[in-house]
């Protein structure tokens, strides 16, 4: 019974986000991408922050109360990741069979979608912002669980970097819902379909594979981690964070208005003809997809955090940043020399580093 309560407590958790989401004040924003066959600019209900926030209030009530343990997340994660993969393929399913084909066989198209940008309930919810935020909530609440259950079994003399690692988790899962309205402008939302990569991805690995590194070191005591290795994985992760956020305000202010000044103090430097405009000063001179380097360097940070740095399973989170964004780039290339030609080859030739400056 409990193992059956544990496969559909994703269920239950993704339909009361859900709930929340659609029932609480939102924000409305315009977006960047447009209507299929028009001009106008989708719009999106936003309120990330306020569902996360009344998401741990819940959790905090549940388990302060003993209605549930306060790692229950970290026991069923087993049964929880099956309910939430199921979920995951069911509805990405049910998502792409039911619109009309594109021409491409069945299984490719199952795997990367039909539809681009499907909104809900009379557009108060958007397909892809939803996923993200179904995922994100749900993230940071086994986050808090796996913690918890280090703490419960390592009570007498727990591992700050645990601490350490859920904190800066944290911080990484709030930055993104108080700045979901930037995220209307990345290649997720106009490049890319809803299809079982997003739908499975948002559901099931997005939430539990994120947390592979405390997931795999929870039941470990504590490494007696140097002050260093901790200060180090802090620097590494607010490095990578300036650098991914950064990066990403520039270019959404940039799209807003192309005459900002970066800070508020640097003009920026662009190519443009008489249809497109490129940025290529500031965060974006140092490489094309610096914001790529920014999040590769925050997975090192909370790899780091942890501070078992010879255990392998912890790094396959970093690993999976490195397999996920150089075909995205690759891919992301290809598209920006079909729609700009001659203005993206000039924009190589002045940012020729494509993640990496100096290295790749």
């Known amino acids: 019974m409990e193992s059956l309560l544990g496969f559909f407590s994703s269920w239950v958790i993704f339909a009361g986000i859900l709930g929340l989401h659609l029932v609480f004040p939102a924000r409305r924003v315009t977006g960047y991408v447009r209507e299929r066959g028009s001009d106008e600019r989708l719009t999106y209900r936003l309120n990330g922050p306020l569902v996360l926030l009344v998401a741990i209030i819940l959790w905090f009530g549940l388990s302060s109360s003993s209605a549930i343990p306060w790692d229950w997340l970290w026991l069923q994660r087993w049964s929880g990741l099956a309910g939430a993969a199921s979920l995951g393929l069911i509805i990405s399913v049910a ?5 009309r084909t594109q021409g491409r066989s069945w299984l490719a198209e199952l795997y990367r979608g039909r539809r681009f940008n499907p909104q809900m309930f009379n557009r108060r919810a958007d397909a892809k912002m939803v996923l993200y935020l179904l995922g994100a909530v749900l993230l940071e609440l086994n986050l808090l669980s796996f913690g918890a259950h280090h703490f419960l079994v390592h009570s007498d003399n727990p591992s700050p970097g645990v601490v350490l690692y859920v904190v800066l988790f944290s911080w ?6 108080v700045f979901e309205r930037v995220h209307l402008y990345t ?15 948002c559901l099931a690995w997005y939430p539990y594979f994120y947390a ?3 997931w795999s070191v929870a039941d470990k005591p504590n490494p007696q981690s140097p002050i260093w290795l901790l200060g180090l994985a802090s620097a590494v992760f607010f490095a990578g964070w300036i650098l991914a956020r950064g990066s990403n305000m520039q270019k959404y202010y940039f799209k807003l208005n192309p005459t900002h000044k970066f800070i508020g103090v640097f003009e920026p430097q662009r190519l443009s003809d008489a249809r ?7 965060f974006w001179g140092i490489s094309r997809h610096i914001n790529y380097l920014g999040e590769l360097l925050m997975a090192i940070g909370l790899t780091l955090a942890l501070g078992w740095p010879f255990e392998i399973a912890p790094w396959s989170y970093p690993l999976y940043y490195i397999v996920l964004l150089i075909p995205r780039q690759i891919q992301d290339d290809k598209r920006c020399a079909e729609k700009y030609g001659e203005l993206w080859s000039e924009y190589r030739r002045r940012v020729p580093w494509r993640i990496v400056p100096k290295v790749y």
């Open 95 to 99: 998502v792409v069979f039911t619109e």
């Open 172 to 177: 990484f899962v709030w930055d993104y819902l």
């Open 187 to 201: 290649y997720d939302l106009f490049a890319e379909r809803v299809g079982f990569k997003l739908v499975w991805g």
């Open 212 to 214: 592979v590194g405390l």
């Open 276 to 282: 497109h405009q490129l940025l290529y000063s500031g």
